[in-house]
């Protein structure tokens, strides 16, 4: 493939791949949280609970922001604040019930949306490209 081949697929990409995410967080929209909100809740349900330092620099976000996404899902009781185990002048944050339920509710929704569209737009040989395509889409993420 050359350069700008490359380049052509990685811009195509860039955009499918945006498009995607719009269409996913509408099918799930009832739950009103915006995306950053929605990671933060995803990272503490993969991750367990974390520090505001910690989180920030798993986000890629300045503490600032992250303490202004916690305050806001503190808010709506989908995270809680207890102190840190060894440090008492830190707090973690955890995901509540209701978060993780919000959590559960909204991945249901975007999976059921994904699978119908697949089954109703791609042929079964296409559905099957698109099984084989998630380990090489985990390679590019992870990297």
């Known amino acids: 493939m ?8 990685a811009d195509e990409l860039t955009t499918l791949v945006a ?15 915006t995306p950053s909100q929605q990671s933060v809740i995803s990272r503490l349900d993969r991750e367990g609970p ?12 300045r503490p600032q922001s992250m303490r202004m996404t916690l305050a806001a899902l ?8 207890a ?3 060894t440090d008492g002048r830190q707090v ?6 209701e978060g993780a339920h919000l959590l559960r509710t909204g991945r249901r929704a975007r999976r059921g949306w994904l699978a119908e569209v697949m089954e109703a737009r791609l042929s079964p040989a ?8 998630v380990p090489l889409l985990r390679r590019l993420v992870e990297s």
């Open 19 to 33: 498009q995607l995410s719009r269409r996913m967080r509408i099918a799930s929209s009832g739950a009103e949280i």
């Open 74 to 81: 503190e808010e709506r009781g989908l995270v809680a604040r």
């Open 83 to 85: 102190p840190h185990p």
């Open 92 to 97: 973690v944050f955890s995901l509540t019930d």
């Open 50 to 61: 974390a520090t505001t330092a910690a989180l920030a620099r798993g986000e890629l976000v």
């Open 126 to 133: 296409e559905q099957r490209a698109m099984t084989d395509l």
């Open 2 to 9: 050359s350069q700008a081949e490359r380049l052509r697929t």
